[in-house]
């Protein structure tokens, strides 16, 4: 029989224009969000980590917003590149233990 | 800076048989997590280990599957028997601290087909 396996939603983004890949979390305890990049063929690979008592961090052309009224992580990726195509997941943590809890993942299709 | 390291990256086996999944995490790492990824059900966490203690192996399907750790820089995943539905990609990965507040840093799996 057909299998159903998990859909990941895609966004689909023009070279040079801004990425936005949003995740909604489930835990309000959670302090400790994370933003995996994982390519083909490789592991998830660490872009930016932001802790609960900050709301906004950047990194080299990426920005992680944390908004824990609503339990909403987002990852902004300014002037995407093709290299900026694959799956990416956020990931949880409460703190108390090493163990994440990461999405489904979002597929991002840079065209050009 | 040499990253986590898996072995094999690709395993292809009959069921029935034994499978060893290895893995030596980053230096200084002392924390240590295998993970399993497939389509249906995406990344689950199987087991971790800190400073070579299994602490959470509430992810393990079943009894065919066991973890070790026996020092710092190795470990394994051995699946026996192994079974058609084992099939997918196994991550370990590694951490600094135990806390909670550092990233994991992934190795780049093995694919594991099981006939």
């Known amino acids: 029989g057909e299998s159903v396996g998990l859909h990941l939603p895609t966004l689909s983004v023009q070279e040079g224009d801004n990425s936005i890949i949003n995740c909604a979390y489930s835990?309000?305890?959670?302090?400790?969000f994370i933003w995996y990049k994982q390519e083909s063929g490789k592991g998830p690979q660490f872009i930016i980590d932001?802790?609960?008592?900050?709301d906004k961090r950047q990194g080299q052309r990426v920005t992680v917003l944390l908004n824990k009224t609503v339990k909403h992580l987002s990852l902004q990726i300014a002037a995407t590149q093709p290299g900026d195509s694959a799956v990416y997941f956020c990931?949880?943590?409460?703190?108390?233990?090493?163990?994440?809890?990461f999405g489904t993942g979002t597929r991002l299709q840079v065209t050009l | 800076d040499a990253g986590v390291i898996q072995s094999p990256r690709h395993e292809v086996t009959e069921m029935g048989q034994e499978v060893t999944l290895r893995c030596k995490p980053i230096?200084?790492?002392?924390?240590l997590f295998w993970y399993r990824q497939t389509m249906m059900r995406g990344l689950e966490l199987l087991i971790y280990f800190n400073n070579n203690v299994p602490i959470d192996d509430s992810g393990m399907p079943e009894d065919r599957f066991s973890a070790k750790m026996p020092n710092a820089s190795f470990s394994t995943l051995k699946i026996q028997p192994s079974e058609p539905r084992d099939s997918a990609v196994y991550f370990c990965?590694?951490?600094?601290?135990?806390?909670?507040?550092?990233?994991?840093?992934f190795g780049d799996g093995t694919r594991l087909s099981i006939l």
């Open positions: 990965a590694s951490s600094l601290s135990p806390s909670g507040n550092q990233p994991q840093h």
């Open positions: 932001i802790r609960s008592n900050m």
């Open positions: 230096s200084g790492h002392n924390s």
């Open positions: 990931a949880e943590n409460t703190g108390t233990a090493s163990k994440l809890t």
């Open positions: 835990n309000s305890a959670s302090d400790y």
